[in-house]
């Protein structure tokens, strides 16, 4: 069984928004450096987004500074991403993961995720 189930992808026009989610299975999610990815296929996993467990801090990837927001409900142990102003680039599968390193400009070490959700960006 995958820990995480992503959610929330699919088609909107450039400009627009959307917003994931992801649940996580047999894990708490606040005791993990947690977020979000992307990949596009046959090309490298580019780390979005992450919460690191110490402190609660949120970095992102410069790629998506101002446009993605993170959040995490503990209480429901989900994760989201809200996604604005896309662009035809950010057409990609999105997936939450483990990070195993969560810091400013230093997100990675990815490991555990789910089967990812679609999102297309039309131009």
């Known amino acids: 069984q995958l820990p995480f189930a992503e959610s929330g992808g699919g088609l909107v026009p450039n400009g627009g928004s959307l917003r994931l989610s992801c649940v996580a299975s047999?894990?708490?999610?606040?005791?993990?450096?947690i977020g979000w990815f992307r990949q596009v296929s046959g090309k490298d996993r580019i780390p979005l987004a992450c919460?690191?467990?110490?402190?609660?801090?949120?970095y992102y990837g410069e790629s998506v500074k101002s446009r993605f927001i993170l959040s995490r409900d503990n209480g429901k142990n989900r994760l989201y991403l809200q996604m604005d102003s896309l662009k035809p680039e950010d057409t990609a599968v999105y997936y939450c993961?483990?990070?195993?390193?969560?810091?400013?400009?230093?997100?990675?070490?990815?490991?555990?995720w789910g089967q990812g959700t679609q999102v297309t960006v039309s131009s």
């Open positions: 993961a483990k990070f195993g390193r969560c810091r400013s400009e230093d997100l990675g070490g990815l490991a555990s």
């Open positions: 047999g894990i708490a999610l606040d005791d993990f450096n």
């Open positions: 919460i690191n467990r110490r402190d609660g801090s949120i």
